[in-house]
């Protein structure tokens, strides 16, 4: 067993690969074991490695705002409970929003790591604790805790509406299952079986990494892997020093507006100011709305988390992500602002930080356009439905983030339909299990024409889907961004924002963003996500790109010949006639943007 504080390049690199090798294994035990789709499909979900010191030395792919919010709150839960009341074994449930960075049924659970000492050696902790040499942290979505409504809570005025909180609780004890709390959270619960189940599922993932940490502790020697820690960190925190200095320097602010926060119609002001100069990089809030009573608030380790995964793809997006990464970041919000939520401000409805991540890059494309794409399609169009399964009694809720278009880049168009750039990694619930697992008929899922913005490069398409209800139920649609549309760069065309339309073609049709909506068998829901903002003005892109773009559906004849100059044949005409006629625009259900309601 190699025991030596100088490690050559080669060890170093095996050393590091095996830890970044455990986190990927504690996602498959994850993954394989969970009872809920939004953690089996979506990956909604984060998986981190900490050394003793709490420093993330490896993560495993997953929601990517999870992963910074896990280094915040893996922190908070250590100290709440006292490294000296860890033991082997113990593994801590977290869900206090506020320590936890995130809303109530993002669960983290976390567990000491300790190095079972040589027969007759002393250890850092009690006697036969062993050494304690890192920790692990899972985080995973539930999907019930006994909050005021099943399924999501979309209009909650305090921390107390959100459901059963766990400050830094022990569920397991020197590797023995705390009964009574585990029963606490059953009877709390209004889906008892997945919720225990998905319990199971983190456990079984934490003794994956505990196992794989020890395995290599054991086989390389604890000064070699702590010599790799430290080299790992002191190398990220170099790269990403020399990124920052070829960046340009400066300071810029964007200001953009959230619908509501599902109380009132009031749009809410969120306001960044980013900073990179003398080494660092700030991310400043400040000029952002005070707290406000509906859940839309985020806790301040979910605003770190947020700025982080901005932070890190502007530096060193190619790298595997350790704590040296990021101590040139600094982020800032004042305590009782819509970014640094405190007790007992609602904070269940996360969507701020999908758009404040589009804030923050909108306010760096002021200052290297050439390096920033367009806005993506503003935010995530989420929705749930909730029902009693006709099958099988029981109740389900079950839910899905729709894709939308990425916006344009200087040199590229933007992709899409696509998962939104906050949380790349994650997935779309398929539609086999939407239909089997609820009331839902999906009538349509196809690309919109015509949804991305226009540009020399336009932006990626957004998606539309025709749901019809088959059972009765509840349609949870969470979105914040339908009454602003995405930003585009350099004279390019700002696409239409997601609409969320109910009721389709009847005397009740109407729009909504964050709602619960009541239905029965027969009501039908149509989602229109957003494409992404253009760049560059569109009379300059390349007339044989624009008529790929017909013949593959994303832009219509019509817009061919009048947005673009481009005009392409009539399907049905001549192939050899001259391109003069032009077929309609497919027909889509009737839209218009409605004005932005937030002042000037």
């Not at 405190?342 to 969507?351: H, I, R």
């Not at 009539?570 to 932005?596: L, R």
Request: charged share 20%; proline share 8%; glycine share 10%.
């Amino acid at each position: 067993m190699t025991d030596t504080s100088r490690v050559d390049g080669a060890a170093t690199e095996v050393v590091r690969s095996y830890l970044v090798a455990a986190a990927e294994e504690m996602r498959s035990a994850l993954v394989r074991t969970a009872f809920n789709p939004v953690i089996y499909e979506v990956y909604d979900f984060g998986i981190s490695i900490y050394d003793a010191q709490l420093r993330l030395v490896a993560e495993s792919t997953g929601l990517s705002r999870f992963l910074g919010a896990n280094d915040y709150s893996i922190r908070k839960g250590v100290e709440y409970v006292g490294r000296d009341n860890l033991h082997p074994g113990d593994i801590v449930l977290l869900n206090y929003p506020y320590w936890n960075a995130a809303h109530s049924y993002d669960a983290t659970l976390f567990a000491p790591v300790f190095l079972p000492d040589p027969a007759g050696a002393g250890g850092d902790g009690p006697t036969g604790d062993g050494t304690l040499v890192g920790f692990l942290c899972v985080r995973a979505h539930w999907m019930d805790l006994g909050a005021k409504d099943p399924g999501y809570v979309l209009d909650s005025t305090d921390m107390h509406q959100e459901g059963i909180i766990f400050p830094g609780t022990k569920v397991y004890r020197r590797g023995e299952p705390a009964n009574e709390i585990i029963e606490l959270i059953r009877f709390n619960s209004r889906m008892p079986d997945l919720v225990v189940g998905d319990l199971n599922a983190q456990v079984a993932a934490l003794r994956t990494g505990e196992r794989r940490l020890i395995e290599l502790i054991e086989r390389f020697g604890l000064a070699t892997v702590e010599t790799v820690v430290d080299t790992a960190i002191a190398a990220a925190q170099a790269s990403t020093a020399d990124a920052l200095a070829a960046l340009p320097q400066g300071s810029w602010t964007a200001v953009d507006w959230l619908d509501d926060d599902g109380i009132t119609d009031d749009p809410i002001k969120m306001q960044v100011t980013v900073t990179i100069a003398d080494g660092t990089c700030t991310i400043d809030f400040t000029g952002s709305s005070p707290a406000v009573a509906g859940p839309v608030n985020l806790p301040y380790g979910s605003t770190i988390a947020t700025a982080r995964v901005a932070f890190k793809a502007l530096t060193t997006p190619t790298e595997q992500t350790n704590a040296g990464h990021f101590t040139a970041l600094r982020v800032v919000a004042e305590p009782g602002s819509l970014f640094h939520a405190v007790y007992p401000a609602a904070t269940f409805t996360q969507w701020t930080g999908t758009v404040a991540m589009e804030l923050i890059y909108q306010a760096l494309a002021q200052g290297m356009p050439d390096r920033l794409a367009a806005s993506s399609g503003g935010d995530v169009p989420g929705f749930m439905m909730v029902g009693t399964h006709p099958d099988t009694g029981q109740l389900f809720a079950v839910s899905n983030n729709d894709p939308v278009g990425w916006g344009a880049a200087p040199d590229h168009d933007g992709i899409g339909p696509a998962n939104h750039l906050c949380q790349t990694q994650a997935r779309n619930t398929p539609v086999e299990v939407l239909e089997a697992r609820t009331g839902m008929f999906f009538e349509r899922v196809e690309i919109r024409t015509d949804s991305g913005g226009a540009g020399r490069h336009r932006g990626g398409p957004g998606l539309r889907r025709d749901i019809r209800f088959v059972t009765a139920g509840e349609f949870l649609s969470v979105v914040k961004k339908t009454k602003s549309p995405p930003w585009a760069l350099d004279g390019g065309e700002r696409p239409d924002p997601i609409q969320v339309i109910v009721h389709p073609g009847t005397e009740r049709e109407h729009r909504v963003s964050t709602r619960r909506t009541t239905v029965v068998p027969g009501d039908r829901i149509i989602l229109l996500t957003a494409g992404g903002g253009g760049h560059g003005d569109p009379g300059d892109r390349d007339p044989d790109a624009v008529r790929a773009d017909v013949a593959e559906g994303y832009v219509s004849p019509a817009a061919a010949r009048d947005v673009y100059g481009a005009p392409v044949p009539d399907p049905g005409s001549d192939p050899h006639a001259a391109p003069t006629a032009v077929a309609a625009a497919p027909k889509e259900v009737p839209m218009s943007t409605p004005p932005h309601r937030a002042p000037a």
